[in-house]
């Protein structure tokens, strides 16, 4: 049988298609881990946004809100509450005057800045202090290094993170 010089180039066109996709699963993940992925970080973003109003709350009034109903209502502030999927109330409970706990439920295990273990699970306190890395600069070296998908590092399952009001 002769292949004709198109013939060649269709198949090996066909190949290099076949062979990007798997290397791009591979690479990448299924789309199905990458969308969890991505609501996990939503997640940890609403928790992010919470700790972060909860603590004007407690700038602005000397206390912790109640429940995430109170601070969700307080003027200017714009926060999620529930999660993206399940529409369930993310967790929130204060645990004495100035400390607080906030909780959801993630999809998988996040992974390190560099791919390895969580470098903090279910704990937070001391996130907010001076000097720590959310409360560096931009340009700060330390601040660099550290990103909020660092800070919030979890495994998955429910998970709570102990917060200081500051």
Do not use: K
């Not at 996040?110 to 202090?129: D, K, N, V, Y």
């Amino acid at each position: 049988m002769n292949l004709s010089p198109r013939s060649i180039v269709l198949g090996a066109s066909g190949t290099a298609v076949v062979a990007a996709v798997v290397v791009g699963v591979v690479l990448l993940g299924d789309p199905a881990h990458e969308r969890e992925r991505q609501i996990d970080d939503r997640r940890a973003a609403d928790l992010h946004g919470i700790a972060a109003a909860s603590d004007l709350y407690w700038a602005r009034h000397g206390r912790l809100p109640a429940s995430l109903d109170d601070l969700a209502a307080e003027p200017g502030l714009r926060i999620s509450t529930r999660d993206p999927t399940s529409s369930e109330m993310y967790g929130y409970r204060v645990l004495d005057d100035e400390r607080y706990e906030v909780c959801a439920t993630f999809a998988a295990e996040s992974a390190g800045p560099t791919g390895s273990l969580p470098i903090m699970e279910r704990t937070c306190q001391g996130c907010h202090a001076p000097g720590s890395p959310v409360a560096a600069r931009v340009d700060d070296p330390a601040g660099g290094r550290v990103g909020l998908r660092d800070l919030w590092a979890h495994g998955s399952g429910r998970q709570c993170f102990e917060m200081g009001a500051r």
